[in-house]
């Protein structure tokens, strides 16, 4: 009983941890990508480019690679009925 239960709380844990971590870094690449186009609109085309660049990586990895795939799609792979 014992082990189960830490094996849960321990799975919560890096669940929480990577709901976390996706939330930080999509605010983070949002951030980015508006400081981009603020500086593309200034007339700073290189940065503001790589800005963009470097926004839209952070976004990918938020909300696809953390944000989908390890806390989204495995709580509908365990709620869909068998």
Same mark, same amino acid.
């Given at each position: 009983?014992? %082990? =189960? ?7 919560? $844990?890096?669940?929480?941890? &990577?709901? /976390?971590? +996706?939330?930080? !870094?999509?605010?983070?690449? %949002? =951030? ?7 500086? $593309?609109?200034?007339?700073? &085309?290189? /940065?503001? +480019?790589?800005? !963009?660049?470097?926004?839209?990586? =952070? ?8 944000g989908y795939r390890r806390v989204l799609a ?9």
């Amino acid at each position: 009983m014992t %082990a =189960l239960l830490s094996e849960s709380l321990v799975e919560l $844990l890096g669940l929480v941890a &990577s709901a /976390f971590v +996706a939330g930080l !870094l999509t605010v983070v690449g %949002a =951030l980015t990508e508006s400081a981009g186009l603020t500086n $593309l609109l200034a007339g700073q &085309s290189t /940065f503001g +480019a790589w800005e !963009l660049w470097m926004g839209a990586i =952070l976004l990918y990895a938020g909300v696809y690679m953390l944000g989908y795939r390890r806390v989204l799609a495995p709580m509908l792979s365990r709620a869909a009925p068998n």
